[in-house]
């Protein structure tokens, strides 16, 4: 695809600059394009949102160019739907799942701190549209099922122990950041905490994510080709 415009990126490219627009520019973001009433972080689709760009499409993406530049699919003729099939690619979007959880883990923690403040200010988040109880089994259920994930990816061809099918124990890494995630876990959970004392719990989120991806790097990394 050399010399050629891919499809691909053009695509997550004016997405994403369309998406800061949306999301950080307030009520009526785009209005001067006619679409006044539509604001990612104003219509509860901002948990949506940083899932598939902060995490899917930031995993994939990286993996994607690699196929394209090493030519591993002929584009020619296969098409982009090719790359999206190829191993790589698949493997890549299953990493990306639980990277994804945490990024959205960082959202719903500031959603839930201002939910009174976002209800006088029209924004409807899902923490305001669902209720405080909802946005907290969504957090628990992301960062928990970050762990989970952890069994498939381990067992994952791609991530095996090449010429075989062992499970792979090392991409039981992030196991080590537990001890931070319950603690996450604990301020989130019911009866947990509220309000401002959840502001070192947005940026306690991020550092688990952090904390968790490093693991998950050095887990791969570790894999014997």
């Not at 973001?29 to 995490?55: A, C, E, H, K, T």
């Not at 982009?80 to 890549?92: A, D, P």
């Not at 883990?105 to 976002?118: A, H």
Request: net charge neutral.
């Amino acid at each position: 695809m050399t010399g050629r415009i891919d499809p691909y990126l053009m695509f997550v490219t004016v997405t994403s600059v369309f998406n800061a627009f949306a999301y950080t520019g307030g009520e009526y973001p785009l209005g001067y394009i006619g679409l006044g009433n539509f604001s990612i972080g104003y219509s509860g689709l901002g948990d949506l949102f940083v899932f598939l760009y902060f995490g899917l499409v930031a995993t994939v993406t990286v993996p994607y160019i690699y196929i394209v530049r090493m030519g591993l699919v002929e584009v020619d003729r296969m098409g982009i739907l090719g790359i999206f099939r190829h191993e790589l690619f698949v493997t890549s979007l299953i990493v990306a799942l639980p990277i994804g959880f945490m990024a959205t883990g960082i959202i719903v923690v500031n959603n839930v701190r201002d939910r009174l403040t976002d209800i006088h200010a029209g924004k409807n988040t899902l923490a305001v549209r669902f209720g405080e109880k909802f946005a907290r089994i969504e957090y628990m259920s992301l960062i928990i099922g970050s762990y989970v994930m952890l069994i498939p990816l381990s067992q994952w061809k791609l991530l095996s122990v090449v010429g075989t099918n062992a499970t792979n124990y090392g991409l039981f890494l992030p196991l080590l950041s537990l001890p931070k995630a319950i603690e996450e876990l604990k301020a989130m959970g019911y009866h947990g905490k509220d309000g401002a004392a959840l502001n070192p719990h947005v940026g306690g989120t991020a550092k688990l994510q952090l904390m968790y991806c490093v693991l998950l790097v050095v887990g791969l990394l570790l894999i014997p080709f």
